[in-house]
């Protein structure tokens, strides 16, 4: 029975290399929500005092907003500048990381690395979607890495910076799940779970 179901899928997914690509979009965009949520789940084990700490501040990854509602694909083109942003932000914090305390390792380390890699094949794929002969998106991070979380407690603001890069991941890793599943939708995919 599931073989059938899998084979099935397999064949409507043949008929239409666009919807397979939105999909294949929107199921890395759930892994990379699940990986995302274990990552901080096993940085929150590692730092037992943030368990319970909520981050001040908003928004690390803010984009503008246009008055009127965007399309999807303009969404979509949004996300992938969020998306960069949070993969400039995940390099930032990785050099911090090693700057502080050396090359980690571990499941933290594993996760996040498995973290990075899915957020680029992500930008890779929202290229991919949105890319036409007119425009092109670029993949590389974008972000500078100037923040500065020194002076008091200089490790333990590192610590709550990287917290809140963490919580910053999870929501755009969230909103691309969703933004996609849209998208997906729009150009004849199923209505999958999400």
């Known amino acids: 029975m599931a073989e059938e179901e899998q084979q099935r899928s397999s064949t409507e997914r043949d008929e239409d290399p666009g919807q397979t690509q939105t999909q294949d979009a929107v199921d890395l965009a759930g892994l990379l929500y699940y990986e995302c949520t274990q990552l901080l789940h096993i940085y929150k084990e590692k730092e037992p005092m943030l368990k319970d700490h909520t981050p001040n501040g908003g928004r690390i990854v803010s984009l503008s907003q246009d008055p009127e509602e965007p399309s999807t694909e303009q969404q979509v083109q949004m996300l992938h500048a969020a998306l960069r942003q949070c993969l400039g932000l ?15 390792e571990g499941d933290y380390a594993t996760v996040r690395t498995n973290v990075r890699s899915r957020l ?16 092109t998106l670029e993949v590389t991070p974008d972000h500078q890495c100037n923040e500065e979380v020194d002076g008091f407690g200089e490790v333990f603001a590192l610590k709550l910076w990287t917290h809140r890069v963490l919580l910053e991941l999870i929501h755009w890793a969230d909103h691309a799940k969703h933004t996609l599943h849209v998208l997906h939708q729009e150009r004849g995919g199923g209505k999958e779970k999400i």
């Not at 890779?124 to 949105?130: A, C, M, R, V």
């Open 90 to 104: 995940l390099h930032c914090l990785i050099l911090k990381e090693e700057e502080e305390w050396g090359e980690l």
């Open 120 to 135: 680029q094949d992500l930008l890779y794929i929202t290229k991919s979607l949105l890319e036409t002969e007119d425009s």
